[in-house]
């Protein structure tokens, strides 16, 4: 069985930094894309960043491109989202996810496995 476990969220001013882990475990880690998505008070789940099996290509949603930064520890099972320059806007519940196939994909349906989420709280 697959498990995610995200953690390093918390409380933080605008401005200020974060960064974000997920420990996989229950399925071999490195031939799978990981995502991180976040969903905010009365929003849909949104897409904020994936990376590819070997962590050579990344994607990222506009409006966290040049301030996020997600990476991967294949030897350690553990992708990263490091989070700069944050805003309010950016409060949410983060959840990573493993993709189901190739590629490195933003749509939140080409995803299997979640984990539970961690929250990020971005006082102004």
């Known amino acids: 069985q697959v498990q995610l476990v995200e953690s390093g969220g918390g409380l933080v001013q605008a401005g200020g930094s974060l960064r974000l882990s997920c420990a996989a475990s229950?399925?071999?880690?490195?031939?799978?894309?990981m995502g991180w998505f976040r969903q905010a008070p009365g929003k849909e789940r949104e897409f904020v960043s994936s990376?590819?099996?070997?962590?050579?290509?990344?994607d990222y949603a506009d409006s966290v491109k040049g301030r996020f930064t997600i990476s991967r520890d294949n030897a350690k099972n553990t992708v990263y989202l490091q989070m700069n320059s944050l805003k309010p806007e950016d409060t949410a519940v983060y959840y990573c996810?493993?993709?189901?196939?190739?590629?490195?994909?933003?749509?939140?349906?080409?995803?299997?496995?979640w984990g539970q989420g961690t929250q990020v709280t971005v006082s102004s």
């Open positions: 990376i590819s099996w070997n962590g050579g290509n990344t």
């Open positions: 996810a493993t993709a189901t196939g190739l590629g490195y994909p933003s749509n939140a349906y080409e995803y299997d496995y």
């Open positions: 229950g399925r071999t880690f490195s031939w799978f894309a």
